[in-house]
């Protein structure tokens, strides 16, 4: 069964969309630990990160370098941090959280309380600071 990134990308569920290309999809998180927390994740949909073969998996890391450089420039961040956990959903993906302010919590369990409207509006903002 396709996981529920691949139906993200797919377009058969709903998402904050930031940016995409050929080989990889980015969005917002659905229960961010902070405003503009995006994921970054593969079209090829591979459980493990570390099973990526090393063309993808260096590639992500340079798609999600983009996709930082765009939150900090639309959200005027201190800067964005990178989480890698990956046991809740079997579709490897990288967090890219946004740090507001000195001593932010960054653990993932934890979510900020965030209207659909500000979703919206944040990823407007973060997609269209983006330079793919
Ligand atoms: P993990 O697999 O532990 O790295 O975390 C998976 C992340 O995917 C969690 O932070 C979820 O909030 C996020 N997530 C799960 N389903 C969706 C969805 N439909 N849209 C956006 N984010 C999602």
Redesign the pocket.
Known sequence: MAS??T??INGE?P??KIAENEHYFS???????AEG?T?VVPKKEIDYLFDLDDETLTGLLTFSKKIAKGIDKALSTIRTGV????????HA?V?LVPIHFEGQPMS?GR?SDISKERMQEVAELIRNAVEL
Do not use: A, Q, R, S
């Open positions: 529920v990134f139906k993200i569920i998402c904050y969005f917002l998180d659905i229960n961010p630990v927390h994921l989480i890698v956990e990956g046991m809740e959903v079997p993906h967090h993932l979510t």
